[in-house]
């Protein structure tokens, strides 16, 4: 099974991810392990991806196809993949087909989550997290015990969550058009309990 998993933030994409990883027995590839694990191992991509990141700017495209082809060389690849994070604009996807061709592996689909905007700026902005232990609350869906020592995350607050989103929303513009073009997009439905969300990502990879 080899699947790219697309969702805006607080869709509960990592959650999924996890559990299909899991399910189909296959590595989750995230560009941003990647491109930390390639800085900490000091390879020549890695030095490379080191110095954008420092200098604050974007690692090019052609670093990170480079990082995905290594990636998929390693064995634990050879059953399926899932692609987290990666890619999210047109020229990305185009890099990443010339690759997949170039080895003789196909994509099974592209999932996307959709949930609501309203629900999404509401998931992220309710959430805190307790300073003691680290663990995440919302003080809707899962309100915190009374002595927890909470915090609200900088990245969680309105104006950063809308930013995010704005983001996310002009990058996949023309991603899942393009996708749908090529008959592998497959919108799920991502309001409801994590294991329901689960069952349709299931039914609509036709393994449910």
């Given amino acids: 099974m080899r699947i ?12 999924q991810a996890k559990v299909l990883c899991e399910k189909f027995a296959i590595p989750q590839i995230s560009t941003g392990d990647m491109l930390r694990e390639a800085k900490a191992k000091g390879t020549k991509l890695g030095k490379e991806a080191a110095e954008y990141m420092s200098a604050g700017k974007l690692v090019p495209d052609s670093v990170v196809i480079g990082l995905i082809d290594e990636r998929l060389k390693q064995d634990d690849t050879k059953g399926g993949f899932l692609l987290d994070g990666f890619p999210r604009t047109v020229p990305q996807a185009d890099a990443l087909g010339k690759l997949m061709a170039d080895k003789d592996i196909a994509l099974d689909a592209v999932v996307q989550i959709d949930v609501a905007r309203e629900l999404l700026v509401e998931r992220a902005v309710l959430r805190r997290t307790d300073k003691r232990t680290g663990q995440i609350y919302h003080l809707k869906y899962n309100p915190p015990p009374p002595e927890a020592e909470l915090e609200h995350r900088a990245d969680d607050r309105e104006e950063t969550v809308n930013k995010r989103l704005d983001q996310y929303e002009s990058m996949t513009a023309a991603l899942l058009p393009y996708y749908e073009g090529k008959g592998l997009l497959r919108r799920v439905n991502g309001v409801g309990k994590p294991a329901e969300i689960t069952q349709r990502i299931l039914a609509v990879l036709g393994k449910g």
């Fill in 4 to 15: 790219i998993l697309v969702g805006p933030p607080a869709s509960g994409k990592g959650t």
